[in-house]
Nanobody, 119 residues
Framework: QVQLVESGGGLVQAGGSLRLSCAASGRTFSSYEMGWFRQAPGKEREFVAAISWSGGSTYYADSVKGRFTISRDNAKNTVYLQMNSLKPEDTAVYYC????????????WGQGTQVTVSS
């Protein structure tokens, strides 16, 4: 079992930056692939970024590539999402998720944190 708690959301002007954090409980955090997803009002949840258990591989949605950076600190059981050059279309609830295996997919989710980007 893994429990995930996101923080760091808020209101920022277009062009600004935010860093989201996701603190995980559980001794096996370092074995999970971690991801960030987001859901805007009236839209489906979409993939934003993911990072392998070691941090050696990262993946990004085209819409955030070059602006967002995912990282993790396994010693702190925390995954981060650094968001730069924010745009109003980045406004959404951002969710942290953990994947215990490729078969299981993302099977643990946080409660989400709101990011609002004003124009």
């Amino acid at each position: 079992q893994v429990q995930l708690v996101e923080s760091g959301g808020g209101l920022v002007q277009a062009g600004g930056s935010l860093r989201l954090s996701c603190a995980a409980s559980g001794r096996t955090f370092s074995s999970y692939e971690m991801g960030w997803f987001r859901q805007a009002p009236g839209k489906e949840r979409e993939f934003v970024a993911a990072i392998s258990w070691s941090g050696g591989s990262t993946y990004y949605a085209d819409s955030v590539k070059g602006r967002f950076t995912i990282s993790r600190d396994n010693a702190k059981n925390t995954v981060y999402l650094q968001m730069n050059s924010l745009k109003p279309e980045d406004t959404a609830v951002y969710y942290c998720a953990a994947s215990s295996s490729a078969v299981a997919g993302y099977d643990y989710w946080g409660q989400g944190t709101q990011v609002t980007v004003s124009s």
